[in-house]
Structures are given as C-alpha cells and as structure tokens.
C-alpha cells in the first residue's frame, strides 16, 4: 500500500490501525475495556516505579527479523537508550498484552511463543472478559516454563523485574466489561 493510498484510506471507527515495516497494515478494534484496561496498568506503573519510568504503550519496540511489535504495555530497563527511534527487545524487561475479542489467540498463544523466543523475562497476558491475568516467566525457545493465573478481584500481584525493581499490578481495581445494554 502506497503512502498517497494510506493517505486516502478511511478506516472504520472504532479500530487502532498500525503500519508495520514490513508493508503489513494492522487493523485492531479498540474497545473501552481494552483502553481502560492499559489505563489501569498505566496507572499502577506510576504507583509502582514513579511517574518517569520508562513504560510506553502501542509504541513499536524492535524485535529481530523484523518481528517488530507496539506491546499494549512494556516496562523498560532504566537505563535503555532509543537504537535510532526505537527501544530494543534487549531494553525490554515486561510486555503485557490486553486480549480483546478478536486478539485472544495472538496474545494467549503467538505472542507467548513470540516473546519467550526472544527472552523477554516477563510476559503478562490481561484477559477482561476471562477476568484473569497470565503471569510468564522463566522465557524458553518456544515460549516460557513458566505461567500462574490469578484471577481479577484477589489482591495486589507483585512481579519482580530482573532490575531489581516491582511492579504491582492492583487486581482488585482491573476494568471488567459492563453488560452490553439492549438496543434501543
């Protein structure tokens, strides 16, 4: 797809469209569950590591093979320095991942495998309409040895970094989707 063409091109309302550099066009649906979700996660890295941290979101890291990705949430060493625009994979020490309705398989089962190849130490899949989080750790060659579940309403999760650093996810106060109201 050409530049002019993307230039010309209406998406549908509702969907976050992502430009790979590999010429692939993302189109993902952007619900107030998923937003709200990350805002949350946002919310609880300021709590967590103070408001300067290094913890972007849907802002592409570079991965080897051009595997690129823009991870709903990532938690970088302090110390990380942009490799031209981007962080590197290398900087990377959490990447969690909100599953929406049409991402479940990706982020349950493609971006474990993807980012436990690439040795990132913690994988967090947040799952609001299961209402649970997967916790990965110990990342192998075809994902990770490691996953415990905790369910949404059971605490507070602290997750250590290899920095020496927490993270504490407050699961108690994760965003669950409200009932859909009837059509009027």
């Known amino acids: 797809m050409s530049v002019d063409s993307i230039m010309h091109t209406e998406f549908p309302k509702g969907y976050t469209v992502l430009f790979g550099a590999d010429g692939k066009v993302i189109m993902t649906p952007q619900s107030f569950e998923h937003s709200s979700t990350i805002k949350s996660m946002q919310y609880d890295t300021i709590l967590s590591l103070g408001r300067h941290a290094k913890t972007p979101s849907d802002v592409y890291i570079d991965f080897p093979a051009d595997e690129n990705s823009a991870p709903d949430l990532a938690i970088l060493r302090e110390d990380a320095r942009k490799e031209g625009k981007r962080y590197s994979f290398e900087d990377v020490l959490l990447i ?8 479940a398989r990706k982020d349950y089962d493609d971006c474990t495998a993807k980012y436990g190849r690439y040795g990132i130490p913690v994988y967090l899949v947040v799952d609001p ?7 990965h750790t110990e990342p192998t060659a075809s994902g990770y040895s490691t996953a415990h579940t905790r369910a949404y309403g059971t605490g507070k999760l602290p997750i250590p970094l290899a920095d020496g650093r927490t993270f504490t996810l407050d699961l108690d106060e994760l965003p669950v989707p409200e009932p859909e109201a009837d059509a009027r």
């Open 96 to 103: 969690s991942e909100v599953v929406s309705t049409s991402s």
């Open 129 to 135: 309409y299961a209402r649970e989080v997967v916790l």
